[in-house]
């Protein structure tokens, strides 16, 4: 027989189910089919995991006894402090303006009249009497010397009269006047003096209503402003043409809340504060109001002041007066928290649970809030994130903390 063909399945198409059997028997021995190939694979990588975890696992130091349990507990780590008692100054605070004691206003009287001088400035001190402004004399002068002219005329009449009677009355008894004449120039006499009397009362009048003239100053002090100026026409019932502090007295006004009034007592030392001025002034309560305003709740205090230059009527003040100083209980403001029952502090008492503990407040310093009742001393405060707890939850408190605020 001849030789037969060298017989290759790849020069042939398997078709249908005899394709499996076909690449069987076509694959060499010991090659993995392609499934089988990357199972092995994917194996290997798993127990390479496995091996890493388990080595971690290994590595790892057991926890300590007890662990598991404080972990299931999760407890709120919270800051406490214990309350530090120290001296407080308890004070008063309010705001106001300087202003002069008596302010007195100056401006025209009578007719009025336009100003022809001005003789003072604003910042000048003045004596009581003291011209400040000179108005038009014009009229009123010649209207004075008419008077005074009319005045000697009428006591030339009365003089004369007078004279007349005296004669008359000396030759009575020779019976050389009748008693009507000696009566005519007696009624003469009594009317020229009258009439010399109503002359004087018309200067006076004419003299007094030329002297308002001359606006002057009714008392000593010293003049805080001035609206006067040459040519303005002075009315009377207008502006006033001048301010005067009598005396050069100075005081601060101020207003104050009502439940503050009551700790003032007249004669209490004050300090006060001027806006952009670090040095304060010193000064005593003077007057304390007796009203208080039911819109705003406010009462009033006035402050006397020593004079200075410094203290200028209508500059902003704010006022402090010390009433009582005593031994309290200061907190930081996050420790003092207050809802529609008031004011109150969270404390951890023995059993590590949070304790509620009403307090009142009684002031505000720099080193935080003055507590007037409802501590001891000896509590463990919770001193910040206390809005966050609630009454009666347990918590951890942080080790190594100081006793004071």
């Given at each position: 027989m001849g030789a037969q063909p060298e017989f290759d399945p790849h020069d042939f198409e398997p078709v249908g189910r005899d394709r499996g059997r076909l690449e069987a028997v076509a694959r060499p021995r010991g090659v993995l089919a392609p499934w089988k190939k990357w199972g092995a694979i994917a194996l290997a990588i798993v127990l390479a995991l496995l091996a890493v975890i388990w080595a971690m696992n290994a590595s790892t130091p057991a926890p300590p006894p007890g662990a598991a349990a404080a972990g299931d507990e999760s407890l709120p780590l919270v800051t406490v402090m214990q309350p530090s008692f120290r001296s407080v100054t308890a004070t008063v605070s309010f705001t106001g303006t300087i202003s002069a004691r008596h302010d007195m206003p100056i401006g025209a009287e009578g007719e009025g009249g336009r100003i022809t001088a001005v003789y003072?400035?604003?910042?000048?001190?003045?004596?009581?009497?003291?011209?400040?402004?000179?108005l038009d004399q014009s009229v009123l002068a010649?209207?004075?010397?008419?008077?005074?002219?009319?005045?000697?005329?009428?006591?030339?009449?009365?003089?004369?009269s007078e004279a007349e009677y005296r004669r008359a009355k000396g030759v009575e008894a020779a019976g050389a006047l009748p008693v009507e004449e000696i009566e005519r120039r007696r009624a003469a006499a009594v009317t020229d003096e009258a009439r010399v009397n109503v002359a004087a009362a018309q200067l006076a009048e004419a003299q007094a209503h030329l002297k308002r003239m001359e606006i002057r100053a009714p008392a000593e002090g010293l003049i805080l402003t001035r609206n006067a100026e040459v040519g303005q026409n002075a009315i009377p019932g207008g502006e006033p043409l001048f301010r005067l502090a009598s005396g050069g007295e100075i005081e601060m006004r101020g207003r104050i809340a009502e439940q503050d009034l009551a700790r003032l007592q007249i004669g209490q030392p004050a300090t006060v504060y001027l806006t952009g001025i670090a040095e304060p002034y010193h000064g005593r309560v003077r007057l304390l109001g007796v009203v208080i305003d039911p819109a705003t709740r406010l009462g009033e205090v006035r402050i006397?002041?020593?004079?200075?230059?410094?203290?200028?009527?209508?500059?902003?003040?704010?006022?402090?007066?010390?009433?009582?100083?005593?031994?309290?209980?200061?907190?930081?403001?996050?420790?003092?928290?207050?809802?529609?029952?008031?004011?109150?502090?969270?404390?951890?008492n023995a059993e590590q649970m949070t304790e509620r503990r009403a307090v009142s407040v009684a002031d505000t310093v720099a080193a935080g809030i003055v507590i007037g009742e409802g501590l001891q001393g000896d509590e463990r405060v919770i001193s910040t994130a206390g809005g966050f707890l609630r009454a009666g939850e347990k918590v951890a408190v942080a080790a190594g903390q100081s006793a004071q605020p």
């Open positions: 003072v400035e604003a910042g000048d001190k003045v004596q009581r009497g003291q011209v400040l402004a000179q010649p209207q004075v010397n008419r008077l005074a002219a009319s005045l000697e005329e009428a006591r030339a009449q009365a003089a004369l006397e002041l020593e004079p200075d230059p410094s203290l200028r009527p209508g500059a902003f003040a704010r006022g402090q007066v010390s009433v009582s100083e005593a031994q309290r209980a200061v907190l930081p403001q996050s420790a003092v928290m207050a809802d529609e029952q008031g004011n109150y502090v969270l404390i951890v």
